[in-house]
């Protein structure tokens, strides 16, 4: 299969369309010329019509005609025009300019009764003639009176003009063409310089972008969309290489922990105490790598769709006081206080797993970074949009600049902050996603009484069909 380039295609439907116009136009040309030459001629037929019933006398009851009555001798050749006369029986009673051939008389023999008006012959020889026959009263006699003209020449003239348009349309039509080609060339010259700097786009260059000379018309749209398709593709390779970096030394930091700490235990011997402790801080390293695979493979799942939500009728209630209880001993073990002032029932549709694992990172996080003697407040509202469920810290708090960035994986404030706190970095990232999952949002501000606020809000049973239906 031939596959045309996108110039050549242009060109060729812009010859197309020339044709498709030049044609229909050609041709009512034509028809108007060949009308406007057929008027003429019958106006002149009209006018011999009206000489020769000028030319027609009455001689007592005798009609005759004023000049002498005679034919063209050498009209043979071809009729140019002439006049006939004829009684109501049909005989000829004057002949003026009537070729003596007898074929081409057979052709224009006398009109048959009322064959009144305009007709056009054909004689034998292939001539055509024009004619108009009308029927008069003159005195006591009814005579028909024709007269004829030649239409060879209005014919041969019209020949010339299709001829002349046979040959003139396809030049012009091969020069549109050729002007086409040319002016598809230019407009898509920057298609072309677009294609070629796209080509050299590659992963190590990402921050090159395609040319914008015109970001009014189409193809500069087009570059500037393309533009920023590679700008969402250079922060994706960003994003993928400081993930990559993060989650190999978040793998790494462990793994060196265990190595070191089998190393040193097996330097010297020790007492089956020491052992124990060595075994169990192993342990706790194990148990934290552990966590960060599983957190990156939930996260992975529900990045590429493969763990979709299982959306329920749920009451956050009850899965805020199960959070709680889960969560009382480290808020022992850090002197914080834990304030829950939930407004009944909050009632939401929600994949509960998810739901569960988000009020858990988020109650999680305050507790870590509330400082001692500090208060967690939950508490909840209801808006427009669904259930809202609220937590309150009275830690450090989170900047406003950086509110969108702890979103992301692997995001800490402060390098040593997270960590410290036995944290990767991945727990509101966990959140964003469990929301966004089940068409709810996380919004974090500054807490009134000092600290980070975390807004949870989740869509009602009502709101969450709708959106199913939608979709």
């Known amino acids: 299969m031939t596959v ?10 812009f ?19 060949w009308r406007s030459m057929r008027a003429a001629l019958d106006h002149h037929l009209s006018e011999d019509l009206e000489v020769a019933a000028q030319m027609l006398v009455r001689f007592d009851s005798v009609v005759g005609w004023r000049s002498t009555m005679d034919t063209d001798p050498g009209y043979d050749a071809g009729p140019q025009r002439w006049v ?19 074929a081409i008389r057979a052709a224009i023999a006398p009109p048959p009764p009322g064959s009144q008006g305009f007709r056009t012959l054909k004689t034998p020889a292939g001539a055509h003639v024009r004619t108009l026959t009308v029927e008069r009263d003159f005195g006591d006699h009814r005579l028909w009176v024709r007269v004829a003209r030649s239409e060879d020449g209005l014919r041969q003239d019209l020949s010339d003009l299709i001829l002349l348009f046979s040959i003139g349309a396809p030049l012009g039509v091969l020069a549109a063409a050729f002007a086409g080609h040319l002016i598809a060339g230019r407009a898509l010259a920057p298609l072309g310089r677009m ?29 500037t969309v393309f533009n920023d398709t590679f700008a969402r593709l250079e922060s994706s390779f960003e994003r993928l290489k400081r993930f990559t970096a993060d989650a190999s030394h978040e793998l790494r930091t462990p793994l060196t922990a265990i190595r070191s700490v089998g190393e040193v235990a097996l330097r010297e011997a020790h007492d089956e ?38 959306l329920e009728t749920v009451d956050l209630q009850a899965i805020t006081d199960d959070v709680v209880g889960q969560v009382a001993v480290l808020a ?26 988000a009020i858990l990172n988020v109650v999680d996080n305050a507790i870590k970074f509330t400082r001692p003697r500090g208060r967690v407040t939950i508490w909840s509202r209801t808006t427009a949009e669904g259930q809202e469920l609220i937590v309150d810290d009275e830690g450090a708090g989170i ?3 950086q509110r969108e960035r702890v979103l992301q994986r692997f995001y800490r404030i402060g390098e040593g902050r997270g960590r410290a706190e036995g944290g990767a970095g991945l727990g509101l990232a966990i959140v964003h996603w469990a929301l966004t999952a089940n068409k709810g949002r996380i919004a974090i501000d500054g807490n009134p009484a000092g600290g980070a606020r975390i807004v949870l809000s989740l869509p009602p049973p009502d709101a969450s069909r709708a959106a199913q239906n939608r979709s």
Request: charged share 25%.
């Open 273 to 310: 105490a020491a052992y124990r402790e060595i075994i169990g801080s192993m342990l706790e390293e194990v148990e934290r790598l552990s966590r960060v695979v599983e957190t990156l493979l939930m996260l992975s799942r529900w990045e590429s769709g493969g763990a979709r939500p299982a």
């Open 15 to 33: 010859a197309g369309s020339i044709m498709a116009i030049l044609v229909p136009f050609l041709a009512g040309i034509l028809a108007l010329e």
């Open 195 to 223: 294609a070629e700097r796209a080509r050299s786009i590659s992963a190590e260059h990402l921050a090159e972008r395609l040319p914008v000379e015109n970001a009014d018309d189409e193809l500069g749209r087009l570059a």
């Open 332 to 357: 022992e073990e850090r002197d914080v206080t834990i304030d829950v002032r939930l407004a009944g029932p909050l009632v939401v549709v929600c994949d509960p797993v998810m739901a569960r694992q």
């Open 4 to 13: 045309w380039r996108l110039r050549t295609r242009l060109t060729a439907w």
């Open 399 to 401: 900047p406003p600049d």
């Open 84 to 102: 006939e006369v004829y009684n109501s029986g049909g005989e000829p009673l004057f002949l003026r300019g009537v070729p003596r051939s007898a």
